[in-house]
């Protein structure tokens, strides 16, 4: 039948050939189509035939692996499901004569990985006709032959397999030949003897059929020269040769040896030899030597190409007399493929959060070679935090084995090596690049872990204390960090009007004056915050401290100030040199050596008489009281800090030297001029209205005094007052620096009486102080006298001795 015939039917032997979805052992499916389709035919629907849906495919990246093929013969159609072809599949370049003809493919589906295995058996299709190898068979035949004397004749050849192979014979019709045909080979049989005279050139014309539909077939002809008296053909000693070879033998390697026989003498014995029957990709493989019949390898043999070879060989005696064997050629497999690495699938950069154990890669590992030298193992070789786990056949997953820090390694380069079982064992390797992509995990940290900022009092608005810093080692915004302070007050007021923070930098400015008097120190929480999502923040104290500047002048409690007052104090005629006479008490609201006080006398009414002391303030005689010693005595003492520049203040001091207020003269020339008139007023007053009180009162007094044996003192209205609690707190205690001492007690008494003279007793509890049989004591007599004088001297004043336990 011709090809429109062939064309004709094919549709029809589509359909009956098609056999869709066989479901095999452990999931795997099967499908059944004809060779030579044509691209994009539908195999079968594989999501229909796994129960996905189109979605699924898409998402899980299913896709098509062929195994053991270079080639690519089927696809999927992600939008129908459909399983279709690639490429057209020809049986006989894929499988030769084999009878079952499977190309296997794999269906990989992701997350989670998942593998079908997809056999496709490739039925035949009378595609190829048989086929002679030559047009025209020479046969030298001579007319002595014997009726019944078989011819060998060369077999016809047909790709196809099966009832598409060649199935029968058919000879032309002539007077002389029959054909007989078996399993093995094709004779003409001489059924009427030849006779030379009468036809010396016979042509028949021999014809294979093979049983496709449509039928092909193929013709040779076959010219018989008539000779004479060559009565027998070669003989093989075997019917069928077999050979084992090893791949990749290098050529000129003997293959094996053929031999044939021939009983004849002669010429009509010679036999030569010669490959039949080979195709034309092995035509350039092998080679024989036509005299002695040896096989030798003239090209490649590859076992992954071909794994086993047949062709046949002729034999052939001087006067044309041919005999055939067949030769089978089995190729046995070496170790001559290194594994080849595939990576199917890469997560990549990787979250350096991914939880240990997660599936980050795909690796399919193939190795050309059969039995064991196909058989691989892959291992990492480095020291990172990942494994190779198997999965299915040939699949292995990439996992992490431990936590990823991004901030210690960011990047990796895994080598993966596979190793075949050959032997020598073979080895390749495949570097995969992984990136860690950043997390906020890291929380700014600061550089130290707390801050001091030092700053002088009166300091300008805006002026850079210190500056904070920290780092975030994560990456771009996670790692980028905004400083801001924490609320809070500071002596009760906002941080923020204290203190100010640039966001970009760190540096704390100020944002007022600070006064050192007010407050010395205080603490503000600085926040560092990076911009990941969520943020991460932390905090650190930044404890501010304030410096002193000599900013306060020196303050006087004792004398006080001139203008309100001015203190007298009697000092006895007795007193011996160095006898605590009276004190200065200054403070100075200062600290450290801005407030380290020294005492100056820069003026008095006899300059060798009394001194001070220089950090205690006290003022002592230098020597005895004479009797030429002017009894009013008036020091003008100088207190200074020791600043930089100094600040001072001064005061006066009025002393009286007398052992008897009788003796005490008129206070007028102490008192201001101007203020003499009202004082005197003021007297009369006090005087008249409390005279009979104070006699009564007096009486008292005396009566407590004799009891108790106490010293008296006097003090005259005017008198300043310093109980240890009029002190303000930050005045210390410091010896030698000024400050008032709690060794010293000061009472005062104040009277009715004027407001500018003032006259103090004083004690001390101080070792050189004068004693109390020095001290001024007065009788009743003594007061009687007193009294009796006040009309003549009102601006004495009233007075008061009361007896202090």
Same mark, same amino acid.
């Given at each position: ?5 062939f064309?004709?039917?094919?549709p029809?032997f ?13 999931g795997?499916?099967?499908y059944?189509i004809?060779?030579?389709m044509?691209?994009?035919s ?6 229909? %035939?796994?129960?996905l849906d ?6 899980r ?8 093929t270079?080639?690519r013969?089927?696809? !999927? ?19 030769g004569?084999?009878?079952s ?9 992701e997350n ?22 030559e047009?025209?068979?020479?046969m ?6 014997e009726?019944?004397?078989r011819?060998s ?10 009832q ?11 007077d002389?030949f029959?054909?007989?045909?078996? #399993?093995n080979?094709?004779?003409l ?20 059929? %093979?049983?496709?539909?449509p039928q ?9 020269t ?5 009565d027998n053909?070669?003989v ?6 077999k ?12 293959v094996i040896?053929? #031999? ?7 010429l009509?014995?010679d ?7 080979v ?5 350039? !493989? ?6 002695t019949g040896?096989i ?9 190409e071909i ?14 007399l041919t005999?055939y ?27 350096e ?10 690796i399919?590992?193939q190795?050309?070679? #059969?039995?064991n ?11 990172v935090p ?6 299915i056949?040939n699949?292995?997953s ?13 990047d990796?380069?895994?080598t ?5 079982e ?13 990136s860690?992509?950043?997390i906020?995990?890291n ?8 801050y ?9 608005p805006?002026?850079t204390l ?7 080692p994560?990456?771009?915004?996670n ?11 500071v ?11 640039n ?18 120190s205080?603490?503000?929480h600085?926040m ?17 401290f304030?410096?002193d ?5 020196p ?10 007052s ?26 450290g050596?801005?407030?380290?006080l020294?005492?100056h006398?820069?003026k ?8 001070i002391g220089l950090?205690s303030?006290?003022?002592?005689t230098?020597?005895?009281i004479?009797e030429?010693d ?8 100088a ?12 005061c006066?001091m009025y ?10 003269p008129?206070?007028?020339?102490i008192?201001?001029d101007?203020?003499?008139s009202?004082l005197t ?5 006090a005087?008249?209205?409390v005279?009979?009180?104070f006699?009564t009162f ?6 407590v005094?004799?009891?108790r044996r ?8 005017g008198?300043?007052? !310093?109980p ?5 707190p930050n ?18 008494y104040?009277?009715t009486?004027?407001r500018?003279?003032d ?21 009743p007599s003594?007061?009687?006298e ?7 001297s009102?601006?004495?004043?009233a007075?008061l001795?009361?007896?202090?336990s």
């Amino acid at each position: 039948m011709g090809d429109k015939g062939f064309s004709a039917l094919w549709p029809t032997f589509c359909f009956a050939s098609f056999i869709v979805t066989l479901h095999l052992v452990n999931g795997d499916l099967s499908y059944s189509i004809p060779e030579e389709m044509k691209r994009e035919s539908v195999i079968g629907n594989i999501a229909k %035939d796994l129960g996905l849906d189109l979605r699924t495919l898409s998402s899980r990246k299913a896709r098509v692996d062929s195994e053991g093929t270079r080639k690519r013969y089927c696809d !999927i159609n992600l939008s129908t499901g459909d399983l279709v072809t690639s490429e057209k599949m020809d049986r006989e370049s894929l499988c030769g004569k084999k009878p079952s003809c499977v190309v296997k493919v794999d269906m990989l589906l992701e997350n989670p990985l998942e593998l079908h295995r997809v056999s496709v058996h490739i039925h035949d299709v009378n595609d190829n006709s048989p086929k002679f190898r030559e047009n025209e068979v020479e046969m030298e035949i001579s007319e002595s032959a014997e009726k019944g004397y078989r011819f060998s004749i060369e077999e016809a050849h047909d790709a196809d397999i099966g009832q598409n192979a060649v199935q029968r014979y058919s000879l032309q019709k002539n007077d002389n030949f029959i054909l007989a045909v078996d #399993s093995n080979k094709v004779e003409l049989v001489l059924e009427n003897k030849l006779d030379r005279e009468k036809q010396n050139d016979i042509n028949l014309l021999l014809t294979a059929l %093979d049983g496709g539909s449509p039928q092909r077939s193929g013709t040779v002809v076959i010219h018989v020269t008539v000779l004479d008296a060559n009565d027998n053909a070669p003989v093989f000693s075997q019917a069928v040769y077999k050979a084992s070879l090893p791949e990749n033998s290098p050529p000129d390697t003997i293959v094996i040896n053929v #031999s044939a026989t021939d009983a004849d003498e002669g010429l009509n014995g010679d036999v030569t030899y010669q490959l039949s029957h080979v195709s034309d990709d092995d035509i350039n !493989i092998f080679s024989i030597d036509s005299n002695t019949g040896e096989i030798r390898v003239t090209g490649v043999i590859d076992y992954e190409e071909i794994c086993a070879f047949e062709m046949s060989v002729q034999a052939k005696d001087g006067l044309g007399l041919t005999s055939y064997t067949k030769v089978i050629i089995d190729v046995t497999d070496m170790n001559d493929n290194a594994p080849v690495i595939y990576l199917k699938s890469l997560t990549n950069p990787i979250p350096e959060n991914v939880s240990p154990g997660a599936e980050v890669g795909i690796i399919n590992v193939q190795d050309r070679d #059969s039995e064991n030298n196909r058989q691989v193992s892959c291992l990492i070789q480095q020291n990172v935090p990942f494994k190779l786990v198997p999965s299915i056949k040939n699949y292995y997953s990439l996992v992490t084995t431990g936590h990823l820090d991004r901030e210690l390694v960011s990047d990796y380069n895994i080598t993966i090596t596979a190793t075949d079982e050959g032997s020598p064992p073979l080895s390749s390797s495949k570097t995969v690049q992984l990136s860690v992509a950043d997390i906020n995990d890291n929380p700014p940290v600061f550089e130290e872990q707390s801050y001091s900022a030092y700053v002088t009092e009166n300091n300008k608005p805006g002026s850079t204390l210190c500056s904070v810093t920290a780092r975030d080692p994560d990456w771009r915004q996670n790692g980028t960090v905004i400083y801001s302070l924490l609320p809070g007050e500071v002596n009760g007021a906002p941080v923020s009007s204290y203190l100010s923070v640039n966001g970009d930098t760190g540096v704390i400015h100020s944002v007022r004056s600070f006064d050192y008097e007010q407050f010395r120190s205080f603490k503000v929480h600085v926040m560092a915050r990076d911009n990941g999502s969520p943020p991460l923040s932390s905090n650190v104290t930044v404890s501010v401290f304030i410096s002193d500047v000599n900013d306060n002048s020196p303050q006087i409690l004792y004398p006080a100030p001139q203008g309100n007052s001015f203190m007298t104090e009697l000092v006895p005629k007795a007193a011996h040199g160095g006898s605590l006479v009276s004190k200065v008490i200054a403070v100075d609201a200062d600290s450290g050596q801005n407030a380290w006080l020294s005492y100056h006398i820069v003026k008095s009414t006899d300059p060798g008489l009394f001194t001070i002391g220089l950090h205690s303030g006290e003022i002592r005689t230098q020597r005895d009281i004479s009797e030429s010693d002017s009894m009013k005595q008036n020091l003008i003492v100088a207190v200074k800090d020791n600043g930089q520049p100094s600040l001072s203040a001064t005061c006066s001091m009025y002393l009286l030297i007398s052992d008897n207020l009788a003796e005490v003269p008129e206070l007028k020339d102490i008192s201001y001029d101007e203020k003499n008139s009202k004082l005197t007023s003021y007297l009369i007053i006090a005087l008249v209205s409390v005279s009979t009180f104070f006699l009564t009162f007096i009486i008292i007094i005396l009566g407590v005094r004799f009891c108790r044996r106490r010293k008296p003192r006097l003090l005259f209205d005017g008198a300043v007052a !310093i109980p240890s609690a009029y002190l303000p707190p930050n005045y210390a205690d410091v010896d030698g620096t000024g400050t008032l001492r709690s060794a010293y007690n000061y009472d005062a008494y104040l009277t009715t009486g004027s407001r500018t003279s003032d006259f103090k007793f004083v004690s001390s509890y101080n070792d050189n102080t004068l004693p109390a049989d020095q001290t001024l004591r007065k009788s009743p007599s003594d007061f009687a006298e007193v009294f009796g004088d006040c009309d003549s001297s009102p601006e004495v004043g009233a007075f008061l001795c009361i007896c202090h336990s």
